[in-house]
Nanobody, 127 residues
Framework: QWQLVESGGGLVHPGGSLRLSCAASGGALDFRTVGWFRQAPGKEREGVVCYSGTDSSTYYAEDVEGRFAISKDNAEKMVWLQMDNLKTEDTAVYYC????????????????????WGQGIQVTVSS
């Protein structure tokens, strides 16, 4: 029984920063893919940043590399998304996701090979 619980969302001004946290329970994170997706109204859900514990690859969506960074702690079973220099276009519901072992970050963020989803948390960037 896996569960992913996001926290840390909210309202920020353009140019501000926010850190999202994802607390995972139910199994080991070590060799799984982990990542963050987002969905804005009227748009499809997209992979934002994903990481593979198998090959150490990181996948970035367009326009987030250099602004967003993913990190994790396998022992604590935590995943974070650090978001800097936020833009209004970043406004969306953000979802934590965990995928299978033995896969690349591309398989999670691009191919949506997701095993478990968080419930989502709102991030609003507005002046």
């Amino acid at each position: 029984q896996w569960q992913l619980v996001e926290s840390g969302g909210g309202l920020v001004h353009p140019g501000g920063s926010l850190r999202l946290s994802c607390a995972a329970s139910g199994g080991a994170l070590d060799f799984r893919t982990v990542g963050w997706f987002r969905q804005a109204p009227g748009k499809e859900r997209e992979g934002v940043v994903c990481y593979s514990g198998t090959d150490s690859s990181t996948y970035y969506a367009e326009d987030v590399e250099g602004r967003f960074a993913i990190s994790k702690d396998n022992a604590e079973k935590m995943v974070w998304l650090q978001m800097d220099n936020l833009k209004t276009e970043d406004t969306a519901v953000y979802y934590c996701a965990v995928g299978p072992t033995g896969r690349s970050s591309w398989s999670l963020c691009h191919s949506y090979q997701v095993d478990y989803w968080g419930q989502g948390i709102q991030v609003t960037v507005s002046s």
